[in-house]
């Protein structure tokens, strides 16, 4: 195995990866993109500059690109290395990510990028079928996927209604992600919350269920777009546990990770819009408080970099988790200091809002309007979803806590 890789931020060289004699990770920009006029940095964590980052500065970015957990440990059995060995996975996923950035090794450049393989309804079954022994597809030839997270799921190209695997560095344009095991209809609940969400005007992008010989969650990627010609590129972004240096295995706050004052902090000082993300910001803490979303932690949200700078980006990776026994109820990032949804009441609001540096009487208004519009929303949303997917037991588990958690908010502030 090389011991540099590349790094193609969309199909422009930027910088290389390397182990240094320690195998630490060295991450060093091009002279050639430096002296771009139009270059960005990779990560707001990792601005622009000809002096090396070193392993404490470069790895949380680049190890953010890589699957958690379960998948991370399946993913190096399959390809014979150590599941602490990011460099050794990288090398081997790096060619699809999240957002415009890629890692090939030496020797291997980007190809052109439109090299799909289509999938059969029996191929499509078979390669969702073999994702829990066979993640991500890892160590098929042409096939460099990597998305972050614990959750099995594989990059796709959808082209006519039929589904393709990309290969050769080929961008993918949606990520399908099938049933949890032990988990009842994850699917249904990801896609109806998902759904609901978008009807209550967050920016999320389009999601489905979609069946094959089993339902699987279908969701179109936002870091992705078509250009003049019809061709299919990558838009950069980066979640914020990349943006605030943070390594995954510190993405939960009682671990570390960031806390809501440090994202709304983000926001204020990199943001080209800070006041319009800060209101849906603080419009999402209080959905995922009533939704039941208790894994909402900083690699559930991520910034998009357009020609004006970095934004933030529609959401993703909302499930009612509360419906499930044997999950924490604790929230991933508190609230004025409480992380119990029970717990919350409104002095805990008000010391959210010191933290976060927004009137308290603001944010005690959102989190009651939301409180009273989130009921009569999911209860029609629940109708169209049933008449488009069938009825699904979850979602009635979900509009429960839905009901719960709002008569809870209400009666703390009062109403």
């Given at each position: 195995?090389?011991?540099?890789?590349?790094?193609?931020l969309h199909h422009f060289p930027v910088g290389k990866l390397r182990l240094d004699d320690r195998r630490r990770f060295v991450f060093q920009y091009d002279t050639c993109w430096l002296e771009n006029p139009e270059a960005i940095p990779l990560s707001l964590s990792l601005p622009l500059r000809t002096q090396p980052y070193k392993d404490d500065a470069s790895r949380p970015f680049f190890s953010n690109l890589l699957p958690e957990a379960g998948i991370r440990h399946a993913v190096a059995r399959?390809?014979?290395?150590?599941?602490?060995?990011?460099?050794?996975?990288?090398?081997?996923?790096?060619?699809?990510?999240?957002?415009a950035v890629f890692l090939l090794p030496e020797g291997h450049?980007?190809?052109?990028?439109?090299?799909?393989?289509?999938?059969n309804e029996d191929a499509l079954h078979s390669t969702i079928a073999s994702l829990p022994k066979h993640p991500l597809l890892a160590?098929?030839?042409g096939i460099r996927l990597s998305l972050a997270g614990a959750q099995n799921k594989l990059p796709v190209y959808i082209k006519n209604n039929m589904i393709h695997l990309p290969k050769s560095g080929s961008p993918s344009s949606h990520i399908i992600k099938p049933p949890i095991r032990d988990?009842?209809?994850?699917?249904?609940?990801?896609?109806?919350?998902?759904?609901?969400?978008?009807?209550?005007?967050?920016?999320?992008?389009?999601?489905?269920?979609?069946?094959?010989?089993?339902?699987?969650?279908?969701?179109?990627?936002?870091d992705r777009a078509t250009d003049p010609d019809g061709n299919l590129v990558r838009i950069h972004q980066e979640d914020f546990c990349q943006a605030l240096g943070v390594a995954p295995d510190q993405k939960y706050e009682?671990?570390?990770?960031?806390?809501?004052?440090m994202c709304f902090g983000l926001l204020k000082e990199r943001s080209i819009r800070p006041a319009a993300d800060i209101k849906v910001l603080l419009n999402w803490v209080a959905f995922n408080l009533l939704v039941g979303n208790a894994d909402a932690h900083a690699k559930n949200i991520a910034l998009i970099f357009t020609g004006s700078g970095p934004q933030l980006a529609p959401f993703y990776d909302i499930i009612c988790t509360a419906v499930y026994e044997g999950l924490t109820d604790k929230m991933a990032m508190r609230i004025?200091?409480?992380?119990?949804?029970?717990w919350i009441q409104a002095r805990h609001m008000e010391r959210f809002s010191q933290e976060v540096g927004i009137k308290s009487r603001m944010v005690l208004s959102v989190f009651r309007g939301m409180a009273e519009a989130i009921v009569p929303a999911s209860e029609r949303v629940a109708v169209t979803f049933q008449e488009a997917y069938g009825v699904?037991?979850?979602?009635?588990?979900?509009?429960?806590?839905?009901?719960?958690?709002?008569?809870?908010?209400?009666?703390?502030?009062?109403?």
């Open positions: 195995m090389d011991e540099t890789l590349n790094v193609f399959k390809l014979g290395v150590s599941e602490q060995n990011d460099f050794a996975l990288l090398w081997a996923l790096g060619g699809e990510c999240a957002g450049p980007p190809d052109g990028g439109n090299d799909y393989v289509p999938l160590g098929d030839e988990l009842e209809g994850t699917v249904e609940n990801e896609a109806f919350c998902m759904t609901l969400a978008g009807h209550m005007g967050f920016p999320i992008p389009r999601v489905i269920v979609r069946s094959n010989k089993e339902s699987f969650y279908l969701i179109e990627r936002y009682n671990e570390g990770g960031p806390s809501l004052k004025g200091g409480e992380n119990r949804p029970k699904a037991p979850v979602i009635q588990k979900v509009l429960s806590v839905i009901q719960k958690r709002s008569q809870g908010v209400l009666l703390t502030l009062g109403h």
